[in-house]
Nanobody
Framework: QGQLVESGGGLVQPGGSLRLSCAASGLVLGSYAIGWFRQAPGKEREGVSFITSGGGTVYADSVKGRFTISRDNAKNTVYLQMNSLKPEDTAVYYC??????????????????WGQGTQVTVSS
């Protein structure tokens, strides 16, 4: 049974940076599309960034130019580098893995595996 574990969240001041990690066991991340989603209190889960099995990357407009998704196949880990963080980035961040193509990346229901989430709080 595949498992995903996120880490790297925390409290950071506006303008700061964090790097989230999504480590996998029981599945080879390089064979999956990986998505980072986030959910703030009282809001729906939203897609943040995605990387396909072929290495293509997609970003939400709200994070484009500030966040970078990458994958280290040797470590079976996907990262989300978050720079220039804003208070509105505050949320629980989840990584997810699924066998899906570009057209379905934004749909949380399409992902088979989910991590437990890691809290990111941007506040002064």
């Amino acid at each position: 049974q595949g498992q995903l574990v996120e880490s790297g969240g925390g409290l950071v001041q506006p303008g700061g940076s964090l790097r989230l990690s999504c480590a996998a066991s029981g599945l080879v991340l390089g064979s999956y599309a990986i998505g980072w989603f986030r959910q703030a209190p009282g809001k729906e889960r939203e897609g943040v960034s995605f990387i396909t099995s072929g290495g293509g990357t997609v970003y939400a407009d709200s994070v484009k130019g500030r966040f970078t998704i990458s994958r280290d196949n040797a470590k079976n880990t996907v990262y989300l580098q978050m720079n220039s963080l804003k208070p509105e980035d505050t949320a629980v961040y989840y990584c997810a893995a699924g066998l899906l193509g570009l057209l379905r990346l934004w749909r949380p229901s399409e992902y088979r595996y989910w991590g437990q989430g890691t809290q990111v709080t941007v506040s002064s």
